[in-house]
């Protein structure tokens, strides 16, 4: 018998047997499953990747270390020598510069290492922060008292200069070349006027300050004659404290009262032996000989561009693993919200 009419569609799509409340649950289960396993590929994969940043941050440290200049490990196993801390390059509170701090701790090893028979500051510097000189000056008048039988050198290369000759004048003796430039005892503040050429360009000052000497030495507005004899009163506060560890330092081996010594100006390490404020012509290689050991170990500490870099390195991965953990949490919380 034919089969007409045909049946409408949505009967017969009404005739198919629809999933029950059991297969209901297991098609759950399965889902549920499959959402859980992606959550552990995901807490595993961050984990991996974690290691993996922590093994390439370990070689990148380990091959540092290896490329480091500095050599004060396993000092004791050199046996005698001559201890070294450079003074080299400008004096200033930064990481790339000499800084007080890190020359500290090279001066404490250098003589507390019971192998080294002498200390030498190795120089050539043209001096600059007077804070972090006479930090350097202060810490090695300790040290000499500390260790009295060990004697201190510095030795002058090309230029000791300002807050580079502060911190010589601590040594025992100054050894220098006869064409070193030593001296330059003095202190300088910087400043410029460009008042005229504002008005010139037509700009106009509108600085604002509380206090009525909050903007001095402005470049911009004309030198107040109270201010200016006040910065000059401070400038020549820390000059006396630079005249006095000279005077302290070298004693009575200054051999003029001329005042032009402490004036700023500066002379060549022959000049300089003639007025006192030098000992005698020398190097590093004319005093191993005077101390009978061919040995010289350099106790410096310095900077690293590789080991800041290796910083920014470990907290942008730690950042990282932060990012991607919590990221994870959220995720895992939104789908338990759903």
Sequence with gaps: MSDWPPKPQNETHNTQQ???????????????????????????????????????????IALGKSCSTTSTEDVGATGSHIAVVDIVGTIAADKQSVNSTNTIRSLKKAFENKQSKAVVLNINSPGGSPVQSDEIWQEIQYLKKQHADKKLYAVIG?????????????????????????????????????SGLMQKLGVEDRTMTSGENKAILSMTQPVDATQKAHVQALLDNV??????????????????????????????????????????????????????????VNYTIEYSPFDSVLGRMGSSIGQGFATSLSQQVQSEQTTKLQ
């Design 239 to 296: 000059h006396d404290h630079f005249i006095n560890a000279v005077k302290q330092g070298r004693g009575n081996k200054l051999k003029s009262n001329d005042p032009a010594i402490f004036s700023g100006l500066f002379w060549t390490g022959e000049q300089a032996i003639k007025l006192g404020i030098a000992d005698r012509v020398g190097s590093l290689n004319t005093l191993k000989r005077e101390l009978k050991t061919d040995k010289a």
């Design 158 to 194: 090309d230029t000791g200069a300002s807050g580079a000759y502060y911190i010589a004048s601590a040594a025992d003796e100054i050894i220098v070349n006869p064409s070193s430039l030593v001296g330059s005892i003095g202190v300088i503040m910087p400043n410029y006027g460009v």
């Design 18 to 60: 629809q999933p029950t409340g059991n297969e209901w649950k297991l098609l759950e289960k399965v889902v549920l499953a499959s959402v859980e396993e992606q959550r552990r590929a995901r807490r595993w994969g961050i984990f991996f990747k974690f290691l993996t940043f922590a093994y390439l941050l370990f070689i990148l």
